[in-house]
T-cell receptor, first 112, second 113 residues
Framework: GESVGLHLPTLSVQEGDNSIINCAYSNSASDYFIWYKQESGKGPQFIIDIRSNMDKRQGQRVTVLLNKTVKHLSLQIAATQPGDSAVYFCAENFFGNEKLTFGTGTRLTIIP | GAVVSQHPSWVICKSGTSVKIECRSLDFQATTMFWYRQFPKQSLMLMAT?????????EQGVEKDKFLINHASLTLSTLTVTSAHPEDSSFYIC?????????FGSGTQLSVL
């Protein structure tokens, strides 16, 4: 079936540097995308979302980019901090469908 | 953001016993809640959609008689793992939609001995 997927399970970044986490999706009907942060032993925490009528959205220290042409989603975290260390998941769904499909996740480690 | 409370955060039980996990929406009403399962170093897999006042909708491959879901009120959904076995050991997470976003509980780590 169609899925959202990541193939880079780990990423290490020096504290203070910027990080980019990528996600590829395959369902062309998807029109809503979300990034979640999950710390060890906890539930996912909403970071930022974007709808398909946009290609960029910014939050506090985070930016999500959406490229519908190549079905690619990325999360940029600026000036990384130790507290950013976690697993990051992208998720997607489409209008009328309440269910989210999660990607495989990327573990981000911030090196002090 | 909205708060989803999940309890207990961890539970250890003997094989063959049943375990109940509660999911509450604290500051909003949720007609629909979702239950996910997550194995170590893996992504979240949707198990079922819990609907207030009606039967849950289970994903393909999820045994509805093993994973009983009850959504008796607009703020509470429960997942009961019946006759638990070691292979049921996992991290179970609930979620609910508020303000057009999906918020998650803190998860329940189930260990079946």
């Amino acid at each position: 079936g169609e899925s959202v997927g990541l193939h880079l399970p780990t990423l290490s970044v020096q504290e203070g540097d910027n990080s980019i986490i990528n996600c590829a999706y395959s369902n062309s009907a998807s029109d809503y995308f979300i990034w979640y942060k999950q710390e060890s032993g906890k539930g996912p925490q909403f970071i930022i979302d974007i709808r398909s009528n946009m290609d960029k959205r910014q939050g506090q220290r985070v930016t999500v980019l959406l490229n519908k042409t190549v079905k690619h989603l990325s999360l940029q975290i600026a000036a990384t901090q130790p507290g950013d260390s976690a697993v990051y998941f992208c998720a997607e769904n489409f209008f009328g469908n309440e269910k989210l499909t999660f990607g495989t996740g990327t573990r981000l480690t911030i090196i002090p | 953001g909205a708060v989803v409370s999940q309890h207990p955060s961890w539970v250890i039980c003997k094989s063959g016993t049943s375990v109940k996990i509660e999911c509450r929406s604290l500051d909003f009403q949720a007609t629909t809640m979702f239950w996910y399962r997550q194995f170590p170093k893996q992504s979240l897999m949707l198990m079922a959609t819990s609907n207030e006042g009606s039967k849950a909708t289970y994903e393909q491959g999820v045994e509805k008689d093993k994973f009983l879901i009850n959504h008796a009120s607009l703020t509470l959904s429960t997942l009961t793992v019946t006759s638990a076995h070691p292979e049921d050991s996992s991290f179970y997470i609930c979620s609910a939609r508020a303000q057009e976003k999906l918020f998650f509980g803190s998860g329940t780590q189930l260990s079946v001995l």
